[in-house]
């Protein structure tokens, strides 16, 4: 019987640390809101805008170097397509990425200016896990998942040793509770392996909040037909995997759901407070806390996971004309 990698703690220590050793920790920014100091993780200011560059990075230098010639293979709408193509480029590794075709321009042509090969997909019509997959095969290629991945989920976890150690720097204690958008719950898993006394909150866009709708039943649900349009690219994931569910539910994590309006608020709060650009799926964590769907309490801890926004659609949200 063949017994599958689990991700550990220890993994996210390791992962830590291997990420410590190639880009600096992201600032942690600190607000008072409703007189209680919140914690902000800009995941946006990584090199590629985004907290995919660690679960990127701790699972292609797990590959044996004798197995990187082959390169490896992703399917992404966007920052996990640069995550990989970053790390791949930092090992010379060969990267191709499935992305569907109506990824966002910037996240497509930041995929390909990190030397990755990108493969179209129609995601209406077309599997993306099935075209990587079989890409993968004929080519000799490592697949490598965006959340469904033992690896991926301990460098996302990452993150969350990084601000505990900087919310302890700052006289904040420990993290009591961590905000997360979720999109298939790789990050979200994986700070509940890093922050083991925090009580997790994932956040989604509503219609798409499977990973919530699936830790209310205590199975997993998908997100069903025709979901409703969102903003948040980076986070429509159809259903969320065993791995991320698994963890997160024995967790006792939670999630709720944002809206589009909210998401947009959420952006410009952001931008106006932080003076961090902060692209919709990255902006949900935040949004649950300014519509008040997440109390605010000492020791919270809100991730911004990602900046990587279409420049038109971000103005159009600055001025409201969206």
Known sequence: MTILRQP???GVRDAAAKVAAVVPATPLFVVDIQGVAVAFKAECLQPMGAFKLRGAW???????PDLRSKGVVAFSSGNHAQGVAWAARRLQMPAT???????????????????AEVVSYDRKTESRET?????????????????????VIEGQGSAGIEAAAQM?????????????PCGGGGLAAGLALALPEAA?????????????????AGWIEPVGDSPPP????????????????????????TGVAVSEAEIRAAQRWAAERLRLVVEPGGAVALAAVLSGK????????????????????YGAVLAGTD
């Open 97 to 115: 990425i499935v992305m569907p075709a109506d990824a966002p321009k910037a996240k497509r042509e930041g995929t390909l200016a990190l030397g």
């Open 58 to 64: 701790h699972r292609l230098t797990a590959i044996e």
């Open 230 to 253: 969102t903003a948040c690219d980076a986070l429509q994931t159809m259903r969320v995997s065993g791995l991320t569910f698994d963890v997160l539910a024995r967790r006792g994590a």
């Open 131 to 151: 075209i990587a997959a079989r890409l993968a095969e004929a080519r000799g290629a490592v697949l490598v998942p965006s959340f469904d991945d033992p690896w």
């Open 200 to 216: 997790v909150t994932v956040v989604e866009p509503a219609g798409w909040d499977d990973m919530r709708r699936s830790l209310e």
């Open 8 to 10: 550990t703690r220890a």
């Open 294 to 313: 997440v109390a605010v309490e000492p020791g919270l801890l809100v991730l911004l996971s990602g900046g990587n926004v279409d420049l038109a659609a």
């Open 168 to 180: 302890a720097a700052a006289g904040l204690g420990s993290a009591a509770r961590v905000v997360v």
